[in-house]
Nanobody
Framework: QVQLVESGGGLVQPGGSLRLSCVAS????????MGWYRQAPGKQRELVAS???????TYTDSVKGRFTISRDNAKNTVYLQMNSLRPEDTAVYYC???????????????WGQGTQVTVSS
């Protein structure tokens, strides 16, 4: 089976930085989009950033200029560099990926278990 495992969350002061990583493992033929979502208490899960295998990126407006998504396709890994963090960035961050298990299969969507990011002084 496929697993997405995140790491890199934690507690950081406002203005600080964190780097999240997510590795996809298991029987994987191909990965299309990989990205990050977040969910704050009492709020809906929202897309933070995503990047296709071809390199197209999408960012939610509130993180543009502060967060950078990158990928290492050879390692099935996606990163999220978060700079100038704000208290409103506090949330559980989830890795997400569209993965093809076999050559003739369709892409299916997978989620990681989430990693907590807390921005507080």
């Amino acid at each position: 089976q496929v697993q997405l495992v995140e790491s890199g969350g934690g507690l950081v002061q406002p203005g600080g930085s964190l780097r999240l990583s997510c590795v996809a493992s298991g029987r994987i033929f191909s990965i299309n989009a990989m990205g990050w979502y977040r969910q704050a208490p009492g709020k809906q899960r929202e897309l933070v950033a995503s990047k296709t295998r071809g390199g197209s990126t999408t960012y939610t407006d509130s993180v543009k200029g502060r967060f950078t998504i990158s990928r290492d396709n050879a390692k099935n890994t996606v990163y999220l560099q978060m700079n100038s963090l704000r208290p409103e960035d506090t949330a559980v961050y989830y890795c997400n990926a569209d993965i093809m298990l076999y050559f003739y299969s369709n892409y299916a969507n997978y989620w990681g278990q989430g990693t907590q990011v807390t921005v507080s002084s």
